[in-house]
């Protein structure tokens, strides 16, 4: 079946460096995308959303970028903090107005003082 | 501040019991609550779409017996584990789409640590 996966199961950038963090994803139905950031023992929490009439999206810190012609998708942190440190997936809905949003594997960001 | 509670944030029971896991949208109203399990270092799964007025919606492989949805009003939806089973204990997460500005946002809760004995 079709899924949303990650390139990299984890991750350690040193911290106040920028980070990186890679999603694949093989539904070219896909048209809403959304970053989750999960802390340990916590619900995900939204970081960023992203739609497929867009190529790039900014809030603080973090950037998104959408590559639709091969499916890629991915997530900059800049001047990553030890808060950052979390597991991070993406996720995406393959029918807007469906809301059934459909979950990568996660990659496990580790920011090293 | 957080937009979707769910309580309680932690429960142990013995095998055999019954668990009821409360989710709820603050300051918005949810027609629809979606509800995940997660086990550790596993994604989130998702279990079945609670709507409000009629019966939810289970994914394939989920007991809707075993786990029974109740979608009381527009802002509570309950998950209730039947008969748990040391096998049933995981990480049960709820979430609920939020409108702003258009646009709908999915927004999760807290989350529910299950163990049972």
């Known amino acids: 079946g079709e899924s949303v996966g990650l390139h990299l199961p984890t991750l350690s950038v040193q911290e106040g460096d920028n980070s990186i963090i890679n999603c694949a994803y093989s539904n070219s139905a896909s048209d809403y995308f959304i970053w989750y950031k999960q802390e340990s023992g916590k619900g995900p929490q939204f970081i960023i959303d992203?739609?497929?009439?867009?190529d790039k999206r900014q809030g603080q810190r973090v950037t998104v970028l959408l590559n639709k012609t091969v499916k890629h998708l991915s997530l900059q942190i800049a001047a990553t903090q030890p808060g950052d440190s979390a597991v991070y997936f993406c996720?995406?809905?393959?029918?807007?107005?469906?809301?059934?949003?459909?979950f990568g594997t996660g990659t496990r960001l580790t920011i090293i003082p | 501040g957080a937009v979707v509670s769910q309580h309680p944030s932690r429960v142990i029971c013995k095998s055999g019991t019954s668990v009821k896991i409360e989710c709820r949208s603050l300051d918005f109203q949810a027609t629809t609550m979606f509800w995940y399990r997660q086990f550790p270092k596993q994604s989130l799964m998702l279990m079945a779409t609670s709507n409000e007025g009629s019966k939810a919606t289970y994914e394939q492989g989920v007991e809707k017996d075993k786990f029974l949805i109740n979608h009381a009003s527009l802002t509570l939806s309950t998950l209730t584990v039947t008969s748990a089973h040391p096998e049933d204990s995981s990480f049960y997460i709820c979430?609920?789409?939020?409108?702003?500005?258009?646009?709908?946002?999915?927004?999760f809760g807290p989350g529910t640590r299950l163990l049972v004995l």
């Open positions: 979430s609920a789409p939020r409108t702003s500005g258009g646009f709908e946002t999915q927004y």
């Open positions: 996720a995406d809905v393959s029918n807007f107005g469906n809301e059934k949003l459909t």
């Open positions: 992203i739609r497929s009439n867009m």
